[in-house]
């Protein structure tokens, strides 16, 4: 029987890179007779595969690179859809040339084609090799929707004179309890001249999805509405829950605290239960500095012992003697292992941007968040955590203030309703663990997936 060789091919930007790898890790591991050849860029691929031990690399996983799309000399300037746009204006040509060289480095020809739809020439590749194409959605689950009805929100928009942001989404079916707002800017924004081509190939996602052999989600099936699966189901041929790719629940427990080099979890041993504020806008957002000096001005003001994980080069945003005159209640740490803190017991809120990764962190260990949504699923995932798991609040005016984030750092951690929100908390957190063991949709899922591939 002829070995089965899959061609991963990444979306290199933000955390997408990493939720990928994790996935073809559990499919290696599953399916170790298979070979995995995963296709980025070499900044995308390096980061992964420069320390294997690190993500525990198995033998039948190999990186190749492909080029980022940047003509030589040129100089991306700082906003990053240039860098998208330039890869994915590399269409299909450049990934087959990583293709060429995968088959080439294993002596093997390509059965299946994985990939993050956002690379959609990507499909193109799947259809030269007359290989089966499977998508891999890394956003929130319920956001692939909202690019599936790109042109109905738009025509709805457009219908709406005033309060189009505030119209609630109740034609699209299952998420009727998020607004406008909530959707990324590229769904609603009209297409023109000067859309970019990455919002040309979100718009595109509606059609292009539907020829995957599978779309394979990073979500569990248990946390969504029924109406809005049932919705996609009619529309792809197979709609697999393959659960939280960055986590493996249950979580572990936690290490000893004097194994921790950031020093976070010795700091947090010596705080009262559920009485921290935990900052942390991950690795790609930054807020705006007037806001990173609302968020300091807030955490001096309320009192609240807090720890932020925030760059060094960042701190010089930071109030005049900010720092000096919190250092008694706070803790500023360029990177900090966050699952864990997440999972110490004295953290009482998470100050978060809703990246899906931040997201599922904090609802696998019962956490509730104060939400500052910043693009993409952010806005989402904000809504989702306010109206529909009850578990958390959006910003006030979407942006931080002093007195707003005060008011919700208030509200979570002193308040009877940021008991009832603690509470809600554990139990979503076991839901999410009851989804992830062996009775759990994902484990069915995730054999369905081997079948496919391998």
Aim: glycine content about 8%.
């Amino acid at each position: 029987m002829e070995k089965k060789h899959i061609a991963v091919i990444v979306f290199p930007f933000g955390s997408h890179p990493v939720t990928l790898l994790n996935l073809v890790l559990k499919l290696a591991h599953a399916s170790p007779n298979s070979l995995f050849s995963f296709i980025g860029t070499e900044h995308s691929n390096n980061p992964l595969f420069s320390n294997p031990h690190r993500h525990k690399i198995p033998h039948n996983i190999k990186p190749y690179n492909v080029a980022d799309g940047v003509p030589e000399g040129h100089v991306p300037g700082g906003h990053p859809v240039e860098r998208v746009n330039l890869f994915l204006q590399a269409g299909a040509e450049n990934l087959l040339k990583g293709v060429e060289l995968a088959q080439t480095g294993e002596q093997q020809r390509i059965t299946c084609i994985i990939a993050d739809p956002f690379v959609t020439p990507s499909l193109i590749v799947a259809q030269k090799l007359n290989v089966p194409w499977i998508a891999v959605w890394s956003p929130l689950s319920c956001s692939i929707s909202a690019h599936f009805y790109t042109d109905l929100v738009r025509k709805e928009c457009n219908a709406a004179e005033n309060g189009a942001r505030n119209r609630a989404l109740d034609f699209l079916p299952g998420l009727s309890m998020m607004k406008v707002e909530d959707l990324p800017d590229d769904v609603v924004s009209s297409g023109g001249e000067h859309e970019t081509l990455f919002s040309k190939t979100l718009a595109s996602l509606g059609r292009v999805l539907p020829q995957a052999k599978a779309v394979v989600i990073n979500f569990f099936e248990e946390l969504d509405p029924p109406v809005f699966v049932q919705d996609m189901r009619s529309k792809l041929q197979s709609f697999l829950f393959v659960g939280f790719l960055t986590l493996s629940l249950p979580l572990a427990p936690l290490p000893p605290s004097e194994t921790d080099e950031t020093g976070c979890l010795s700091w947090l041993d010596n705080q009262d239960a559920s009485s921290v504020a935990y900052i942390s806008f991950g690795t790609v957002v930054t807020p705006p500095p007037h806001e990173i000096v609302a968020v300091a001005e807030a955490l001096e003001q309320s009192g609240f012992p807090f720890l932020w994980s925030m760059k060094d080069h960042l701190k010089s945003l930071l109030p005049n003697g900010f720092i000096e005159r919190t250092k008694n209640s706070g803790k500023i740490v360029p990177w900090a292992p966050q699952t864990q803190i997440l999972g110490h017991e004295s953290v009482g809120v998470f100050v978060t941007h809703c990246g899906c990764n931040s997201v599922f962190e904090s609802i696998s260990n019962g956490v509730p968040m104060i939400c500052r949504p910043f693009f993409g699923d952010h806005g989402m995932a904000g809504r989702i955590i306010e109206d529909i798991w009850e578990i958390g609040v959006k910003i006030e005016g979407g942006v931080f203030t002093k007195d707003g984030l005060v008011k919700s750092l208030n509200l979570i951690l002193v308040q009877e309703e940021g008991k009832i929100m603690r509470e809600k908390a554990q139990k979503v957190k076991k839901t999410v663990l009851d989804a992830a063991g062996p009775q759990g949709k994902a484990t069915q899922d995730f054999k369905t997936l081997v079948g496919i591939v391998s």
